[in-house]
């Protein structure tokens, strides 16, 4: 069973910044770790759960809201997956969530919509003054 753990949330003033990260373990088939897509969703009270990144050893998507400040990066021998907030706003206030698949793919150009099969508990990011 696929297990994911998210760590780094808190709270920051605008204009400040965090770094998640993402623990993934457990995956059963014999594929080297760096196959599989590890996803960024953020969801905040009343709202739909939104997507924010994406992340492969072969692509790489941001949602628009995050581009130029945030950046997904991966440490493959960790299995770290990191998620650096820079210029942090108050409407980045959320729970983040990682996410990865039951099978090695790509993020792909639908990755903001697509199914992923493992969530994370979430990490809260609350932006404020």
């Known amino acids: 069973q696929v297990q994911l753990v998210e760590s780094g949330g808190g709270l920051v003033q605008p204009g400040g910044s965090l770094r998640l990260s993402c623990a993934a373990s457990?995956?059963?088939?014999?594929?080297?770790?760096?196959?599989?897509?590890i996803g960024w969703f953020r969801q905040a009270p009343g709202k739909e759960r939104e997507a924010v990144s994406c992340?492969?050893?072969?692509?790489?998507y941001y949602a628009d809201s995050v581009k130029g400040r945030f950046a997904i990066s991966r440490d493959y021998v960790k299995n770290l997956v990191y998620l650096q907030m820079n210029g942090l706003k108050p409407e980045d206030t959320a729970t983040y969530y990682c996410?990865?698949?039951?099978?090695?793919?790509?993020?792909?150009?639908?990755?903001?919509?697509?199914?992923?099969?493992?969530w994370g508990q979430g990490t809260q990011v609350t932006v404020s003054s």
């Open positions: 996410s990865t698949d039951l099978i090695p793919q790509l993020c792909g150009s639908t990755w903001s919509s697509r199914r992923y099969d493992f």
């Open positions: 457990g995956y059963t088939m014999n594929y080297s770790l760096d196959s599989w897509a």
């Open positions: 992340i492969t050893s072969i692509d790489t």
